[in-house]
Nanobody
């Protein structure tokens, strides 16, 4: 099982980035996915998750209306579109999944995930 995250970078406040998580080594559309982030000195938090079918998703309150998670089951890829980025969004972002993970309003926070991407840095500053 391998998760490869990409798409991070440095943007000014109000800018946008699109993160991608390419998965391989398992039956992609059997798994729900989550994006997490961790800023220096802070605990890791769930940002968004999407169900295995892609029919529903949940978001951290602070990113609602700005971030959008999606998945392409044909390409085994999960995306996180991040718009109107704020300095407080700066963090290392990780995609993750687990065989028994179900996307819920808790957005995966505290759920023991078995598979993690390597993380991609998002910097938001002027």
């Amino acid at each position: 099982v391998q998760l490869q995250a990409s798409g991070g970078g440095s943007v000014q406040p109000g800018g946008a980035l699109r993160l991608s998580c390419a998965a391989s080594g398992f039956t992609f559309d059997d798994y729900a996915f989550a994006w997490y982030r961790q800023a220096p000195g802070k605990e890791r938090e769930g940002v968004s998750c999407i169900s295995a079918s892609g029919s529903y998703s949940y978001y951290l309150e602070s990113v609602k209306g700005r971030f959008a998670i999606s998945r392409d089951n044909a390409k085994n890829t999960v995306h996180l579109q991040m718009n109107n980025l704020k300095p407080e969004d700066a963090a290392v972002y990780y995609c993750a999944t687990d065989w028994n993970f179900i996307c819920r309003p808790t957005v995966g926070t505290g759920h023991p995930m078995s598979y993690w991407g390597q993380g991609t840095q998002v910097t938001v500053s002027s």
